[in-house]
Each structure stands twice: as C-alpha cells, then as structure tokens.
C-alpha cells in the first residue's frame, strides 16, 4: 500500500509539494522555516547537502510514498546524527501527511526504517524526541517498541520558542 525509499534529487518538487499541503497542520511540531524553504529550488539544495552527509553515513532521508501514485509523497523519515564506532547511535525524526494520518502509516515505515538502521547500518541504538503533548507521535513511538528514558527541558526551538521534550530510544537487542 505504501512505498518507502531513499529520497533522490528528482523527489525536490515532491517534498515541495508536501510540505506547503502540510505547512499548517505540521507548524505546531517544527521549527521555523527559512525563506523559499516551500519551493523546489530549496528543496534541491537541501537534498544536495543532505547527500554528503548521507554518503559520509551520517544521515539517511527516506521518503513514503503511495503504490497507488508513486508521485505522491505522503511522509518523511529521517535517520540523523549517526554515530558510529563504539556508540552506533542515531536519532530519528519524522513526519506524515495529514490525510494520512491514524492509518499506521507511520508506525508501519518506521519499522522498516528501524530494520535498515539496526540490521544494515548496525547502529546499537536509535533516540527520538517529541513534546509532552504530542499523543500521536508517542504513539507510534510505543509500539515500535520505543521506551522513555528522559526528559529535556528547552530542547528544541519549535516556532520561535525552546520546547521541553521527551526522550525515547530502542535498542537493536532489547535483552542486551
């Protein structure tokens, strides 16, 4: 039903696209965006950047797309900030399109993206972090398997103001 994959240079129009369809419903969750940051030209330079930091293997950008229209992004994935030798960490961010939202699209694609990054990439551990209030996201953290292990105050700077979250990881080998 869903596509997940690597994003490549051609997806600059797509992640354009979704993210002004999902400007809105996404602003309460994200930092402030630069200028033209909802414009393809953007897109691009952001997708070139992110290529360096993704062939050093520092950074994977996966994007989930419909089997219906495979033009058609509907969430992003992004397994950042990897650390390897004797950490083998990464933290995960991700997003989905409100039309798609409560369907498990997310819980579905972040599993699979918790597999490439334990299983192919050998990372140990994977961190993510949202704010106190956002349910969903918790949600989907939970039944990946995810557990609370902290709490940051003023950890990240969402629309102008430093926000407490919550911090949550998985193991590779939970029994280790």
Known sequence: MFV?????????????D????????????TPLKPDG??????QETWLRNY???????????FGIFTSTD??????????AAVEREFFQNGR???SVDQQFCNRGV???????????????????RLEASLMPHNIASRRVLEKCGFQKFGYS??????????????????????SS
């Open 18 to 29: 979704y993210y002004r369809r999902n400007e809105s419903f996404h602003r309460e969750w």
């Open 153 to 174: 105050p003023q950890y990240l700077k969402i629309q102008g103001v430093w926000q407490d979250h919550e911090l949550y990881m998985a193991l590779a080998d939970p």
């Open 92 to 94: 995960l961010g991700y």
């Open 106 to 124: 997310m819980t579905e694609n972040l599993r699979k993206v918790m597999q490439f990054a334990f299983e192919k990439q050998g990372l140990h």
């Open 4 to 16: 997940l994959r690597l994003l490549t240079l051609t997806d600059a129009i797509q992640l354009a």
């Open 51 to 61: 290529f360096q930091r993704h062939n050093r293997g520092e950074q994977y950008r």
């Open 70 to 79: 495979p033009e058609l992004l509907i969430g992003t994935i992004t397994l």
């Open 37 to 42: 940051y909802y414009t393809p030209a953007f």
